[in-house]
């Protein structure tokens, strides 16, 4: 297993958006600048829905839910 990260900026807050493929499922964490991490419980068909659902989340949910 092996992670791969994207970085993001939302409302000037700098996220990075972790993706781990386990068995045939992508799993997708967002981590804050203080390294706090946000883990979904729902897996994806692909990475790119992975990220895609994850940077949905951040744009779309009051920013202060993933500042820690």
């Known amino acids: 297993m092996s992670a ?17 493929k386990q068995g045939s499922a992508w799993r997708v964490e967002v981590v804050n ?18 990220i895609a659902h994850a940077s949905d989340a951040l744009q779309s949910t009051d920013i202060n839910t993933y500042l820690g």
């Open 33 to 50: 600048s203080a390294k706090t991490a946000f883990a979904f419980d729902s897996t994806f068909a692909s990475e790119e829905e992975a």
């Open 4 to 20: 791969t990260g994207k970085q993001i900026v939302v409302e000037g807050h700098s996220f990075e958006i972790m993706t781990e």
